[in-house]
């Protein structure tokens, strides 16, 4: 079997309903892509006992290091932690699928109910979901209990998720050959802190080659 494409799964993890939604849409993407996508969580890596600069640097290390991207932009505010890994991954010309399951409209952009700032980057796809509508069609349409229509839920934003996937992973990088390797040296650089230290040069190289061999760079 192809090994799978891994994915870098960034959201809130504040609460026990971040924590578990999180674990449970994880699960169902990597259950009905058939082992084709396998996500990857912070709330799984994160060490508390540890420096706070220590946890960042090993998100953006993962966030450097998976093929594409998963970014949670719910909420009336966007987490700020999300908004910066979105942007690292895009400076990197990582593949990313926005979701938004929050029905609520914000931000200033016509396109999107998010800030501008964070609209209209490449190689990016957006899935947007009314998960209250689609929560009541479960407990209403479907006639399910609330747990089963969670699970229902849940599965129905996975599918829509990995369509999104396999949809941005074909699109074509936008990072030229002779563009990589300065690019990715960069952002190896540009964290400061002991990213580079973290990261080493026979690393990276690594990490652009799997990216190159897997048709995305």
């Known amino acids: 079997m192809t090994a799978p494409y891994t994915i870098y799964f960034a959201g809130e993890l504040f609460s026990l309903k971040h924590l578990v939604g ?3 849409l994880a699960d169902a993407i990597e259950r009905l892509s058939s082992g084709s996508y396998r996500c990857v969580l912070p709330q799984d890596l994160e060490q508390r006992e540890t420096t706070a600069t220590a946890i960042r640097n090993q998100d953006l290390f993962y966030c450097m290091s998976c093929d594409l991207g998963i970014f949670h932009f719910d909420g009336p505010e966007l987490d ?9 991954a895009k400076m990197l ?3 990313a699928v926005i979701l938004r399951s929050d029905f609520r409209q914000a931000g200033d952009a016509k396109t999107v109910p998010w800030n501008l700032m964070l609209a209209g980057y490449p190689r990016t796809e957006v899935v947007l979901l009314d998960s209250v509508k689609l929560y009541k069609n479960a407990t209403e349409v479907q006639s399910l209990r609330p747990a089963e229509a969670a699970h229902v839920a849940t599965e129905d934003l996975a599918k829509l998720t990995i369509s999104a996937l396999d949809a941005v992973r074909s699109t074509p990088a936008i990072l030229k050959p002779e563009q990589r390797d300065v690019v990715y040296e960069w952002a190896r650089t540009l964290p400061g802190s002991g990213f580079s230290e973290k990261v080493s040069r026979e690393e990276l190289r690594r990490i652009v080659a799997t990216k190159i061999e897997k ?3």
């Open 22 to 24: 999180n674990a449970l």
């Open 93 to 95: 010309d990582i593949p």
């Open 80 to 88: 700020s932690g999300t908004a910066a890994e979105f942007l690292f």
């Open 215 to 217: 048709g995305l760079l």
